[in-house]
């Protein structure tokens, strides 16, 4: 697995995925904001396999 998220990209999937989760857990939102998990893990782990098949990345290039 190759990262394929870059460092703005990742830091936006983190922040979202964490909001969504403190929703769900405070009631302000329905159990569907557990989909937080989605980004908080594609955020940590900088692998997002939504981009793979289309050879997206927004990391920076290898040199």
């Known amino acids: 697995m190759q990262a394929n998220v870059g460092s703005i990209d990742r830091t936006i999937r983190i922040v979202v995925g964490l909001t969504l989760i403190a929703a ?15 980004p908080l893990l594609t955020g940590v782990f900088r692998f997002c396999p939504a981009y793979w098949p289309f050879g997206v990345r927004t990391c920076a290039a290898k040199r």
Do not use: R, S, Y
Not at 24 to 38: E, Q
């Open 24 to 38: 769900t857990l405070m009631g302000a939102i329905g159990p569907w904001g557990w989909i937080g998990l989605v």
